[in-house]
């Protein structure tokens, strides 16, 4: 039983940044270090760092995925891409399709839209129409011309980036590129990995200065990562499943890794933590998916070393002569969970009662309401145009 009444906190709506600051790094860092509290500026990120960490990031890109489409008769129809479904499921494929592809969505007004009804929009010498392919199951069919356009190339032209509903307000200018990290290289996301918007080339200088390795996995980053906890027992929530892509380097790194794993954002945080358990998985069996159930890790504990289960992700790799390996997670970090890989986290403040904070107070126990409340207090920015957070649990 966790209770979610336990992890909650008021959060000033005054606080809640609904727009980024002018520049990236000048946000605020509060460190969390040996169980005391500092508050610098993200621009000295670099020297708040322990000597050899080791920065994992996520470098997906957020698409446009927020399309909207008006019938005849004026009403308006909103189509968010959630996950896609035909001629290719996974997001990285998907994104190269081109012509007609089909996706999962979450529709605004689906009772307006009968199945089969054919709605279009125009954008220059680009059209692309939607069909309502599956009303149950939500399956939308987009076709466009001109045909050799990819669906990357099409969503950049016609569709809205989607903000996070509690920012309460449309897409703007502006976000087009700051609701973008700085390194974002493979389209799929419908959420930003925010802890990575506060990154300039400033910053990655004073790590190269400091030799502080950086490293880039992906996880797309689902609407689901928005899901309100809407159980009394926390650890009855169903988690949403995410895309994850890892390459041999991403774990050649960790196995030599002299200092500590540092993730750059929760997403980074469970990929990590994901692709520990998926070694654990291929040990009992040499044939597992890369899938990981919400559950696992409570369910089958394991004492592995680290190297143990990575080495034998790394054995996987080779025996199927790949260099990258997708899967799927919906690992559910919550308090109770024994962390593998990471001994560090660069993140936001996030809402009260989430399963992002649920994360948090798994990654720094019971402290993470001194952190919270320290952040209040400094009149710092929340949620994801927010400002920053370093942690490192005195346990780890």
């Known amino acids: 039983m ?4 336990d992890y909650t906190y008021h959060l000033p709506d005054e606080q809640i940044a609904r727009y980024p600051l002018t520049e990236r790094d000048q946000s605020k860092l509060l460190v969390y270090q040996n169980g005391q509290i500092t508050h610098r500026q993200f621009s000295d990120l ?5 000597d050899k960490s080791i920065l994992f990031f996520n470098d997906t890109k957020v698409i446009p995925a927020r399309l909207h489409f008006k019938k005849e008769t004026g009403a308006l129809i909103e189509v968010f891409l959630l996950d896609p479904v035909a001629p290719a499921s996974l997001v ?3 994104m190269e399709v081109t012509g007609e592809a089909t996706w999962h969505c979450a529709i605004g007004n689906l009772k307006r839209w009968p199945v089969g009804t054919r709605l279009s929009l125009q954008h220059q010498t680009l059209t692309l129409e939607a069909t309502l392919a599956d009303a149950e199951k939500q399956w939308v069919t987009l076709r ?4 050799h356009l990819t669906f990357s190339e099409v969503m950049v032209e016609t569709g809205k980036i989607p903000l996070p509903p509690y920012l309460h307000r449309d897409a703007e200018d502006i976000d087009q590129e700051r609701y973008q990290t700085v390194y974002s290289q493979a389209a799929g996301a419908v959420a930003a990995p ?3 918007l506060h990154f300039t080339d400033r910053v990655f200088s004073a790590l190269d200065e400091r030799s502080i390795q950086r490293d880039f996995l992906t996880l797309h980053v689902s609407a689901g990562t928005f899901q309100p906890v809407k159980v009394a027992n926390a650890a009855e929530h169903q988690m949403h499943a995410e895309q994850v892509i890892v390459s041999r380097a991403n774990i050649e790194n960790l196995l030599s890794a002299n200092g500590p794993v540092v993730a750059v954002g929760t997403t980074s945080m469970r990929t990590l933590e994901s692709l520990y358990w998926y070694g654990v998985k291929l040990i009992d069996n040499p044939d597992a998916p890369f899938l990981i ?3 696992e890790p409570y369910q089958r504990p394991s004492i592995l070393p680290r190297e143990t289960a990575l080495e034998a992700v790394l ?3 080779a025996s199927q002569g790949v260099d990258r390996i997708t899967g799927s997670t919906a690992i559910y970090i919550m308090p109770g969970y024994q962390f593998r890989v990471c001994r560090g986290l660069i993140t936001n403040f996030h809402q009260p009662a989430s399963t992002l904070l649920l994360l948090i107070a798994a990654f720094v126990g019971e402290d993470w309401r001194a952190i919270y409340q320290a952040a209040l207090d400094g009149d710092y920015r929340f949620l994801s145009y927010g400002d920053s957070s370093l942690l490192f649990p005195k346990n780890r």
């Open 293 to 295: 159930a919400q559950n």
């Open 46 to 50: 670099a020297a708040s760092l322990p």
């Open 144 to 147: 466009w011309t001109p045909e």
């Open 194 to 196: 925010t802890a990575g």
């Open 92 to 94: 990285q494929q998907a």
């Open 2 to 5: 966790i209770s979610l009444s």
């Open 315 to 317: 054995k996987k790799m």
